[in-house]
DNA sequence: ATTATGACTGCAG
DNA sequence: TCTGCAGCCATAA
C-alpha cells in the first residue's frame, strides 16, 4: 500500500474523538480504502506515530486484541475512560460508532 | 512464484 | 452465539 494510503488511514483514526470509536472496516472506508479492515489493522501494529489505537475495535465491538493481553485490557480501560457506552466487553456501537458525515461536509475532508 | 499469517468482515449453518 | 469459509491484502520466509 502507497504512504497516502497509510496517511488516509491515519487521518481518519485521529479525527475519532473521544468517547466514539469505530471499527477496522469503517476506517478502512471513511479513508477510501473499502474492504481493507486488515490493513487498517496492520497500520495500527505499526504505526510510528501516536495514535487513539483504543478507539478502534472490531465489528462485533470487541477489541480485537488477544483476550488477557496487556493491550486489551488497556484498551478497554481508556474506552472506559472516556466513557465509551459498553456493555460487558463490547462497546454498544448504535451509540458510540463514529459518524463523521457532518463533521466532513464542515470541516471539509 | 507460492504459502502462511495476521489488531478484519459478512454470510451461512 | 459460535464455527467455517471465502474475500480481503501487505509481509515475511
Redesign the pocket.
Known sequence: ?SDK?VEAICRVIRSIPAGQVA????VAKLAG?P????????V???ADQPLP??R?????GR????AGSE?RDK?LKLLAQEKVPMMGD?VLLKQALYEPDLDFLLWGS
Open positions: 500500500m494510503e471499527t477496522y472496516g469503517h480504502l474492504g481493507r479492515a486488515r490493513m487498517v489493522g496492520y495500527l501494529r505499526h489505537w483504543h478502534i475495535v472490531n465489528a462485533q477489541s480485537s486484541l488477544p493491550g484498551q463490547r
